[in-house]
């Protein structure tokens, strides 16, 4: 039976929207009385002020730059209506099912607040689309990340309305088609309702949700991917000892070294040895990969910070019978958090192809043959190994590193200079998600890099570095699955077989925070 995640209640996590984006929770409405009481007081509110004094900002004005231009009560219906339509712009590739399950969950969040002057019947709507999987076919360019995600959001309002296509359990209809398969009629837009839908963060902050649960399992797979290239190259694990990490005390770095220490165990130096200090990408291997440790629980916080807040323009507060006007779509949080993030994932993707460059290269990898070949002797001049897969690697990485630039530095004037300022949080959040992509395509390729040298280190020598049992079992749960690559063989299905285990994070990695 599936969780319940209960809206109205108590703040959401990260794990709460990543569990509904991917169908292992059901969404649900809190019953008590207080919640109710709090979204009805806010619709009540914005109907009393039509009555009373008979103008609200985006309900009998327009909006943005036409605030100022008054419109009849007689077109008030046919401005939200209008404010759905006209903002169906959007263009490139569409939203993932998940990454539109997680945004209609964000928005839920959002509206259950109690401050945005919608109905409970709007929330019930909304709940009823999570849980029927009835998904609005959102683009995903076309946001600048302030006065909210008008464009994507409109694709969402659109589709309560009946006038946008949805994906209903993964049949692509109308959305007035998918709401009478479910049994009921399109929803009709009460007053402020489509400017509380539409004007708010909801798609820059579901793909920061996502963004992050990804790269916290990444931080943890590239500590257990940098275990396998130490053990492979035969290096020296005492350079993650215990009292050498003491004296540098970042909890995320020193964690790292504790992993690592936990894969493999310290060997004391040899008298005569050569190779007194590995090279950087294993040797700092904590220390890069301890910033993102170390940072996560603060990109943590300002991601739930902004899911359980009101994001939209006006605030409705229904019990205090104020109207707030300011600027809280504004999505500068999440702008700062998705670069911040995707500069650390990034900077993983360098790590692991300077590891899978150090594994191939026999001037560096302590014996192994070039390229990793396992081809016979015979035969090794006209075998390559993973030569062609460590240019991906360096593909893949540089085109991770370009996508670094800041997007939150982009802001452009737009609007009639209304929207003078302006967060560029969604297009951050993209770049975080395609960076982490990217990344785990480079983390793949090294991991199976890795296995295969430690497979030629144990023909090479019974005395090979003395791992642990879980890392052990990964490195049969990888040979299961992927052979020796002795003579060449295209390696792109076996990639992407890989990279699926990863994406849905069903490789072993280190527990604990």
Request: glycine share 6%; proline share 3%; charged share 20%.
């Amino acid at each position: 039976m599936k969780k319940a995640v209960l809206f109205g209640a108590k703040k959401l996590a990260i794990e709460d929207i990543v569990a509904l984006s991917q169908r292992q929770a059901l969404a649900q409405l809190s019953s008590d009385k207080a919640f109710v009481d709090k979204i009805t007081s806010g619709e009540q509110f914005v109907q009393r002020l039509l009555h009373q004094q008979g103008k609200v900002y985006g309900v009998t004005t327009g909006y943005g730059d036409s605030c100022n231009v008054a419109v009849p009560h007689h077109l008030t219906a046919q401005l939200a209506i209008n404010l759905t339509r006209f903002h169906g712009c959007g263009l490139g590739e569409l939203f993932s099912p998940a990454q539109t399950r997680a945004i209609l969950a964000v928005r839920l969040c959002s509206l259950a607040q109690g401050y945005s002057g919608v109905s409970m019947a709007l929330l019930e709507y909304l709940t009823l689309m999570l849980n029927e999987d009835m998904l609005p076919l959102i683009p995903q360019e076309g946001s600048v990340g302030a006065s909210g995600d008008l464009t994507p959001l409109s694709y969402v309002a659109g589709a309560l309305i009946g006038e946008r296509d949805v994906l209903l359990k993964g049949q692509k209809m109308s959305a007035k088609v998918a709401f009478a398969k479910l049994g009921t009629v399109p929803y009709v837009l009460k007053p402020k309702e489509a400017l509380a839908l539409m004007n708010g963060t909801a798609v820059m902050t579901a793909i920061a949700c996502l963004a992050w649960q990804r790269a916290n399992y990444l931080s943890r797979l590239s500590v257990k991917v940098t275990a396998l290239c130490v053990a492979g190259l035969d290096g020296n694990a005492y350079h993650f000892d215990e009292v050498l990490f003491s004296v540098k005390p970042h909890a995320g770095q020193q964690q790292v070294a504790s992993w690592l220490r936990e894969d493999l165990l310290e060997r004391q130096v040899a008298a005569d040895t050569a190779r007194l200090q590995d090279r950087y990408s294993l040797r700092c291997a904590p220390h890069i990969i301890g910033v993102l440790r170390d940072t996560l629980p603060f990109l943590r916080h300002t991601i739930e910070n902004e899911l359980n807040s009101a994001n939209d323009n006006p605030i409705i507060d229904g019990l205090g019978e104020r109207v707030l006007h300011g600027g809280h779509f504004y999505g500068g949080h999440i702008a700062m958090a998705m670069d911040t993030l995707k500069t650390l994932v990034a900077s993983l993707a360098d790590l692991h192809d300077r590891q899978m460059a150090t594994l191939l290269d026999s001037n560096a990898n302590n014996g192994l043959p070039a390229n990793l070949s396992a081809a016979p002797a015979a035969e090794l001049s006209i075998h390559h190994g993973f030569k062609a897969v460590q240019i991906g690697c360096s593909a893949w990485a540089a085109e991770a590193l370009k996508l670094t630039m800041p997007a939150s530095v982009f802001s452009r004037s737009t609007e009639c200079h209304n929207q003078d300022k302006v967060s560029m949080g969604t297009i951050a959040a993209r770049d975080a998600m395609r960076i982490i992509e990217l990344t785990e395509q480079v983390t793949v390729a090294t991991m199976l890099a890795a296995w295969q040298a430690c497979q030629l280190r144990r023909q090479q020598s019974e005395n090979t570095m003395t791992i642990s049992v879980n890392l052990s079992d990964l490195l049969q749960q990888i040979g299961a699955k992927f052979a020796l690559l002795t003579v060449d063989r295209p390696l792109e299905q076996e990639l992407r077989y890989w990279l699926v285990a990863v994406t849905n994070q069903q490789l072993p990695v280190y527990s604990g925070d």
